[in-house]
Nanobody, 123 residues
Framework: QVQLVESGGGLVQAGGSLRLSCVTS????????AGWFRQAPGKEREFVAT????????DYADSVKGRFTVSRDNAKNTVYLQMNSLKPEDTAVYYC????????????????WGQGTQVTVSS
């Protein structure tokens, strides 16, 4: 079992930055890939970014490429999402998720989820 707790969300103006953190506990975190997903009101949950267990491989949604960076510190059991040049359309609840093995952009591949953190970008 893996528990995940996100933090770092908040209200920011367009063009600003936020860094989300996802602290994990339970099983050995370095066995797990991690993903970030988001869900805006009235919309389906969508993929944002993913990172493999070692941190050497990442993937991003086209909508965030060049603006967001996913990273991890396995010694601290933590995954990060650095979000720069934020836009109002980035407003959503952001979720961290974990899965054994390789990283994936598919939310159905993930076994463990955090409770989410709200990110609101004002224009």
């Amino acid at each position: 079992q893996v528990q995940l707790v996100e933090s770092g969300g908040g209200l920011v103006q367009a063009g600003g930055s936020l860094r989300l953190s996802c602290v994990t506990s339970g099983r050995t975190f370095s066995w797990y890939s991690a993903g970030w997903f988001r869900q805006a009101p009235g919309k389906e949950r969508e993929f944002v970014a993913t990172i493999n267990p070692s941190g050497g491989m990442t993937d991003y949604a086209d909508s965030v490429k060049g603006r967001f960076t996913v990273s991890r510190d396995n010694a601290k059991n933590t995954v990060y999402l650095q979000m720069n040049s934020l836009k109002p359309e980035d407003t959503a609840v952001y979720y961290c998720a974990a899965k054994r093995g390789g990283h994936s952009p598919s939310d159905s591949a993930y076994d463990y989820w955090g409770q989410g953190t709200q990110v609101t970008v004002s224009s």
